[in-house]
């Protein structure tokens, strides 16, 4: 329940900032308001005590050194030197995490987006502010990694760069991403033109063995993820239940499809980029009972779920009943997840009481 309130407050404050010149005061009150629950977090997710230990023992931290995730090895190093408490090692993390976050809210506010809508995808259908308590260095790769692709369909290519740089010295399989920020926008208009046959394309592509094809590029680039290899993903395996919970949105998502088919909405260049990506890489989860690692890379692409959801519920303003009807369905299962069945990081607890 704490979480549906810390958040609800949240986008009280963007609705606000969707309506005021003001935005850095709203902005800096969002910035604290959503890194609360990780800065105070304790034993949420199953890699707490793993991120303890590598904050209290310099030879499993130099471990990510020598695997080239040096920036996190030296953002862990900076901290040690002001202080050896791990609560702030948490309360740092959470603040960079919140920072990256409404970065990114930022440009897509410049890019005309209403951020309290963004932000309401976010919480509910990627559930990254819980998912980014678990996977700490992979979140920050998957913010750094969004805004890289802001940036480079922005044509900031400088900034882009720098950005997937960061992801990649955060967490290694940042790396998978860099052929998505070389699609053409070109390609992602031709996607998005062709919607429906895309989807049921990429659907039945899912179904080919692409083990040996990802070996060979995986030695290649990442060799450290090889393990991952002969592993199916038995730590999280794929069940049905799991598959119909990420077919929950596939109504929207057709419906979607179906107002860029007829042309009822149009999509500026940054949108036709974030639409594109989500309709190239939603079906990626079908994947991940091929191998353990496709599991890692396919949270690079939930913040691209929000997307086609926003202009659905965009749509729907001008019918008043259905955009209520719509936000309820959208957030139901987060509800579920937070307050009914409050498991690993959907389960607060906090070291304060």
């Known amino acids: 329940m704490i979480y549906l309130l810390i958040y609800i407050l949240a986008l009280v404050y ?59 090895f030296y953002f862990v190093k900076i901290i040690k030197t002001i202080t050896n408490d791990t609560n702030v090692f ?34 509910c259908v990627t559930n990254l502010m819980n998912t980014q308590m678990n996977i700490i260095r992979a979140s920050i790769a998957i913010y750094f990694f969004v805004l890289s692709v802001i940036y480079r369909y922005d044509e900031k290519y400088v900034k ?59 030695e290649v680039t990442v060799p450290k993820y090889m393990v991952y290899i002969d592993s199916v993903n038995t730590e999280n395996p794929i069940s049905i239940i799991n598959i119909l919970s990420k077919m929950y949105y596939l109504p929207a998502f057709f419906f979607f499809l179906y107002l860029i088919k007829e042309k009822k909405i149009n999509l500026s260049n940054i949108g036709v980029a974030l639409c594109g990506i989500w309709l190239l890489t939603c079906n990626f989860y079908l994947y991940i009972e091929q191998m353990a690692l496709f599991s890692r890379i396919n949270v690079y692409f939930l913040f691209f779920y929000i997307f086609p959801l926003y202009y659905v519920f965009e749509y729907l303003r001008k019918f008043s009943y259905c955009q209520v009807v719509f936000l309820l369905y959208i957030i139901l299962p987060y509800i579920l997840k937070v307050c009914f069945f409050p498991v690993a990081e959907f389960r607060f607890e906090t070291y304060l009481f």
Do not use: W
Not at 93 to 100: H, K, T, V
């Open 14 to 72: 963007y609705n606000a900032i969707d309506n005021s010149r003001r935005d850095f005061i709203l902005f800096f009150f969002c910035f604290i308001l959503i890194s609360l629950i990780p800065a105070f977090q304790y034993n949420i997710g199953t890699d707490y005590f793993s991120y303890r230990r590598i904050f209290e023992n310099e030879n499993i931290l130099e471990y990510y050194y020598n695997i080239n995730e040096i920036f996190f």
């Open 160 to 218: 882009s760069i720098l950005c997937i740089v960061c992801a990649v010295f955060f967490h290694q399989s940042a790396i998978f991403m860099i052929p998505i920020l070389m699609i053409p926008l070109k390609a992602h208009r031709l996607l998005l033109k062709h919607g429906f046959l895309f989807f049921i394309l990429l659907i039945l592509l899912s179904q080919l063995d692409i083990i040996g094809f990802a070996s060979k590029l995986i």
């Open 90 to 123: 948490f309360f740092c993390i959470a603040l960079f995490q919140s920072f990256l976050i409404n970065l990114i809210f930022y440009k897509l506010k410049i890019k005309g987006y209403k951020i309290a809508i963004v932000f309401f995808m976010f919480f």
